[in-house]
């Protein structure tokens, strides 16, 4: 599978920005799908992640409340629409994937990624 991430930018403090997460080569019907993001000079860290058959969702602390994933199967698209976004929220943000068993969706660990989309929020 080929992840695609695209949709960053720049944004102000309190805007939005949705980010999305094409593939090609395979259905994404049986996978799980997650976004991260590595600003600079820090470790990469988990935001959210989904699990395509059931729709059933993940966050991690900051991303609840203003950060909402979603997919769409006829597009095999996953998305990351950010609200109130907040300078400690830049970023590039990436997607990943792994197949759908035997993890918890709160199981940071992927074993495909796309290249990532930068954010940057300004105050």
């Known amino acids: 599978v080929q992840l695609q991430a695209f949709g960053g930018g720049l944004v102000q403090t309190g805007g939005s920005l949705r980010l999305s997460c094409a593939a090609s080569?395979?259905?994404?019907?049986?996978?799980?799908m997650g976004w991260f993001r590595q600003a600079l000079g820090k470790e990469r860290e988990f935001v959210s992640a989904?699990?395509?058959?059931?729709?059933?969702?993940y966050y991690v602390d900051f991303a609840k409340g203003r950060f909402t994933i979603s997919r769409d199967n006829g597009k095999n698209t996953v998305y990351l629409q950010m609200n109130s976004l907040q300078p400690e929220d830049t970023a590039v943000y990436y997607c990943a994937g792994r197949g759908a068993s035997g993890k918890r969706l709160s199981d940071p660990s992927f074993d495909f990624w796309g290249p990532g989309t930068e954010v940057t929020v300004s105050s």
């Open positions: 989904i699990r395509w058959i059931d729709d059933r969702a």
């Open positions: 080569g395979r259905s994404l019907s049986s996978y799980v």
